[in-house]
């Protein structure tokens, strides 16, 4: 799998689409739309369907099985399909809260920028920025897809803010300590899962210094 922080080379071109929270008929503002399923695409429909409460619609578009695979790669292959679908759980939830909180604290306010990337001819970035308004931080969100079965579907979502980018793994990683220590034993995937709730949120997470 190509890494989710993969150095992009400098040939490769970049895709830059003005959107606003939600699709409308003038959501490029003059300019052509992005093709039907390409990156830039399944970001806009996932970010509207979110947007619009269409959380079923928006979660189809998104690998979780490859993002808990990520997260926790020697308890996956170990649950069963219960605790399996109890982490899957964990992670829509999760997923829905970082996108609530980007919006409450006014990320999507005055509209944002898509800059596709392709990493690989099936794997690409499309990096969400804010557009410039006085004060803002220079953060983004970066959403990592890749093509499976001729879709494209997104695996990955991280955050940036100036050379920093935030990892969930490194989270997860306190996480299971902290459920370790709590119940006196590793975790298995299904404790993970039941216990993670408590202990998310309450961490700082952790930073990586990225390439720019």
């Known amino acids: 799998m190509i890494s989710r922080r993969a150095t992009i080379i400098a040939a490769t071109a970049a895709i830059a689409i003005v959107t606003p929270a939600v699709i409308a008929a003038a959501l490029f503002s ?45 308890l996956w292959p170990a649950g069963d399909a219960e605790d399996r679908a109890a982490m899957v759980s964990l992670l829509k939830d999760l997923l829905f809260t970082a996108f ?17 990337t392709r990493v690989a001819a ?12 006085e004060g803002r931080a220079d953060e983004s969100i970066r959403y990592w897809l890749k093509r499976d079965r001729g879709q494209w579907r997104i695996y990955d ?3 940036r803010i100036g050379r920093q980018s935030y990892d ?17 034993h590793p975790p298995t995937l299904r404790e993970v ?14 930073r990586v210094e990225i390439d720019q």
Request: net charge neutral; proline share 6%; hydrophobic share 40%.
């Open 157 to 159: 979502r991280t955050y």
């Open 122 to 133: 099936d794997h690409a970035m499309v990096e969400e920025t804010p557009n410039p308004t």
């Open 193 to 206: 899962a039941k216990n993670a709730p408590t202990w998310v949120g309450k961490l700082r997470r952790r």
């Open 100 to 116: 609530a909180t980007a919006r409450d604290a006014g990320f999507y306010a005055d509209g944002t920028t898509l800059a596709e």
């Open 30 to 74: 003059g300019r052509a739309p992005p093709a039907e399923d390409s990156p830039t695409w399944v970001v806009t429909r996932f970010t509207a369907h979110l947007e619009a409460g269409r959380h079923a619609d928006a979660f189809a578009l998104f690998d979780f099985e490859d993002k808990a695979q990520f997260l926790l790669p020697d």
């Open 168 to 184: 969930a793994r490194g989270t997860m990683d306190q996480v299971r300590g902290k459920i370790a220590a709590q119940l006196g």
